[in-house]
């Protein structure tokens, strides 16, 4: 029995330490045992399609880490050894190898990825898709349970067929943009679009989507895959990422940047004047679009959007605004349980930068949310208006702080749940406006006495794995941010295991 292999399973997701290099970092994903897991997973799907292993056909690829070939290789071999069909797509996105499954072309039994997302260069992790989506928690755990009793068997993989994925799902995407701009030939002649892919895998966007449309693409930078990621981290969260392809938009006087992370699941994007659409704003703009041909809808997100957010889903684009929880997947099947309810959900995003389209197999793509843009971009300028003119009601930014308390307790779990308990209680008890929350607790400040005049919003929860209580905050009005840090404070007296020194 193998316990330790239990330690890859993050959430709905398998992710290790595959490389030497970091200091305190031992490599726990090994090809052995990525050879173990493709046994595994070559198992599990046969018993979830009724069909035995050699009648199952499933695609695989990575994007650009330098563990990625040995990990494809060995879980490739696994796969093989079961008797399984393997199609080996070779540098592929996250989004494309779920839609392996969908195109007539391809049309696999399931797919797997080799792919860590944004993390550092040493780590890298395996995702996996059938007909019905990524895998969820609890498939992830019976693949491990299956994989702990496996024997590395490895196999010779070096004939096995190589599926061009990239050209498919490129071509996919330059349709959908054509189709969105009257199907011309070369929709995005005039523009200005450039791509930041921070080395990871979405530099085919610029060259095999946006180029063959027309777009001048000069000034995407980055587009190389190198898994050692030697410019910046291919993150849209992360503050130097987001300055590069800024300030890239600006030097090339560009229309519109884009950036992706490593397996481009996720995005956001610069506009023409150096402002960066993340965050609420990539939220707000995806919904613009969305919100003409779905009137009312809802649109679900995260906990930790702002309430200007909410102000503009709901006061400008008469939409309806459900705040979830942090999660892709939870905000996704959130969205997927609305629509099976006959709720029209059209999209569920993140404040990271995942975004599903319920149009688009409820799949958080990258590259066809950035699609969404590239259309509207189009469409706006052929009448003489900017992008920006979609978001221009959307309040300004406030201050905005986030502060991780850390829990001293070995049973982290039971002890947050007191603080929120106490800290809910002694809200209420001081009048705090507290909206619905499916995440914590959250308290809007109006202006009133409950926080000495402070206007904007906190929320405190539980971290899921983590001893760690995270602090949202924002202050819309100058000063409000150290009212409200204060006001937290107060709420939060007398917890001796809470670790409130990052509040000071």
Known sequence: MDEEIFKLQNGSDIRGVALEGVEGESVNLTPSIANRIGQAFAQWLSAKTNKSAD?????????????????????????????????????????????????????????????????????????????????????????????????????????????????????????????????????????????????????????????????????????????????????????????????????????????????????????DDGSEVNRDSIIALISAILAPRNKGATIITDSVTSDRLTFFLEKVLGLRHLRYMRGYKNVINKQKELCADGVNAPLAMETSGHGALKENYFLDDGAFLAVQLVIALANAAKEGKKLQSLIERLPPPGEEAEIRFKINDENFKEYGKQVLDAFAERARDAGCIMPESFEGVRISFKGGPEADGAEGWMLLRLSLHDPVMPLNIEGTTPGSLEKIKQTAALLLTGFDKLDMSALA
Do not use: W
């Open 55 to 271: 009648q199952l056909t499933v695609g695989i690829g990575m994007d650009s880490r330098i563990s990625g070939q040995n990990l494809m290789i060995a879980v490739t071999s696994g796969l093989v050894n079961n008797g399984v069909d393997v199609k080996c797509c070779g540098l592929a996105t996250t989004p494309a190898m779920f839609m392996s499954i969908v195109f007539e072309q391809s049309h696999f039994d399931g797919s797997v990825m080799i792919t860590a997302s944004h993390l550092p260069f040493n780590r890298n992790g395996i995702k996996f898709f059938t007909k019905d989506g990524g895998l969820e928690h609890d498939d992830i755990s019976e693949i491990l349970k299956i994989a702990q009793d496996k024997q590395v068997v490895t196999v010779d993989v070096s004939e096995e067929k190589n599926f061009d994925l990239i050209y498919l799902y490129a071509q996919h995407l330059r349709t959908s943009i054509m189709n969105g701009v009257n199907n011309s030939q070369k929709p995005l002649e005039g523009l200005k679009i450039i791509v930041d892919a921070g080395n990871g895998a979405g530099g085919f966007f610029a060259e095999k989507v946006l180029k063959p449309l027309g777009a001048n693409i000069d000034g995407s930078q980055f587009l190389e895959p190198d898994g050692r990621f030697p410019n910046h981290i291919p993150n849209p969260e992360n503050k130097e990422a987001m300055e590069s392809i800024r300030q890239a938009v600006l030097k090339n006087r560009a229309d519109l940047g884009l950036i992706f992370d490593t397996d481009v699941d996720r995005m956001s994007a610069v506009l």
